[in-house]
T-cell receptor, first 114, second 111 residues
Framework: DTEVTQTPKHLVMGMTNKKSLKCEQH?????MYWYKQKAKKPPELMFV???????INESVPSRFSPECPNSSLLNLHLHALQPEDSALYLC?????????????FGPGTRLTVL | RKEVEQDPGPFNVPEGATVAFNCTYS??????FFWYRQDCRKEPKLLMS???SGNEDGRFTAQLNRASQYISLLIRDSKLSDSATYLC????????????FGQGTELSVKP
């Protein structure tokens, strides 16, 4: 079973709101990822967690704050977002964060910032 | 030069056609290679990993030429359900799992 789940499916928030996106996998994967995807563009990596530790931050603004409470869960906390942050946010996981590991994506959260 | 480049597309083909997607990558140290497909407003889904020996899965054949840094995907006898965007993806060497995506090639299969 290569399932990654994400909640919520859709989220609309104002620029002053605080919200969180959640991602879960039960495949025993030790690497988890957050990507952002705008329409007609490929996904862009935001963060990588390896063994529950942040290993890559692709210079993401601090209004996005990732958290990995345990090996199965990954959160993305959102605060003071801008309308240009509206996008599809994808979570992915892989066995490890090595260069030969296949990443499996969740269905994404479609975020709209008003 | 982009790290991963694909045919710009879109490709519009009739059912039953054979379609070829091409992709080149710039980092010769890249370790692994994939084709993902992405349906409209859905997540990318792994279609195939790509190996130097080539691999086939039903109507789909993927090839890798490391010397030319070139990856291909061939779809034979295309179906309406093959309509999607096809993403060429490369996993770099010692990049902590960072995937490098091509821009994607949109395929539309018409009756």
């Amino acid at each position: 079973d290569t399932e990654v789940t994400q909640t919520p499916k859709h989220l609309v928030m104002g620029m002053t709101n605080k919200k969180s996106l959640k991602c879960e996998q039960h495949m025993g994967h030790r690497a988890m990822y957050w990507y952002k995807q705008k329409a007609k563009k490929p996904p862009e990596l935001m963060f990588v967690y390896s063994y529950e530790k942040l290993s890559i931050n692709e210079s993401v603004p601090s209004r996005f704050s990732p958290e990995c409470p345990n090996s199965s869960l990954l959160n993305l906390h959102l605060h003071a977002l801008q309308p240009e942050d509206s996008a599809l946010y994808l979570c992915a996981s892989s066995h490890f964060s090595g260069s030969t590991d296949t990443q499996y994506f969740g269905p994404g959260t479609r975020l709209t910032v008003l | 030069r982009k790290e991963v480049e694909q045919d710009p597309g879109p490709f519009n083909v009739p059912e039953g056609a054979t379609v070829a997607f091409n992709c080149t990558y710039s980092n010769s140290a890249s370790q692994s290679f994939f084709w993902y497909r992405q349906d409209c407003r859905k997540e990318p889904k792994l279609l195939m990993s790509v190996y130097s020996s080539g691999n086939e899965d039903g109507r789909f054949t993927a090839q890798l030429n490391r010397a030319s840094q070139y990856i291909s995907l061939l779809i034979r006898d295309s179906k309406l359900s093959d309509s999607a965007t096809y993403l060429c993806v490369v996993n770099g060497h010692n990049q902590g799992g960072k995937l490098i995506f091509g821009q994607g090639t949109e395929l539309s299969v018409k009756p």
